[in-house]
């Protein structure tokens, strides 16, 4: 377990140092075993939308089990929603440092589907 999050520290760090002269606001992943968070931050890092499995918008629509791909994907389209109300088009995608498949899949093809460009 210790190798699989160092892993993820080392590709974290090598995003990050990427996405330093973006300029575009950031759309940033957090995951555990039970939930999962999305915020997009401005290039200050100040919080400008946020969603996770956690808040009470979603709550209702998440059936059984909150860390799943179905949760991801409610997840995606309510975050493309609440960027498209504050006039956010175009964002940069940080995975966080997890790898691109599952729940970070199914979260960015539902975040473009609904608007979002990344």
Do not use: W
Request: aromatic letters at 6%; glycine letters at 6%; a positive charge.
């Amino acid at each position: 377990m210790k190798e699989k999050v160092e892993k993820r520290i080392r590709r974290k760090a090598h995003i990050k140092k990427v996405m330093k002269n973006n300029t575009k606001p950031r759309l940033c992943i957090f995951k555990s075993l039970n939930n999962i968070y999305v915020q997009v931050f401005s290039g200050e890092n100040d919080v400008l939308v946020q969603a996770s499995s956690l808040s009470k918008e979603v709550r209702g629509e998440i059936n059984g089990h909150k860390g799943n791909v179905e949760t991801a994907k409610i997840i995606g389209k309510k975050i493309a929603e609440l960027c498209l109300q504050k006039s956010i088009t175009e964002v940069a995608f940080d995975r966080n440092g997890y790898i691109y498949h599952g729940r970070v899949k199914a979260l960015a093809e539902a975040a473009r589907e609904n608007g979002l460009k990344f």
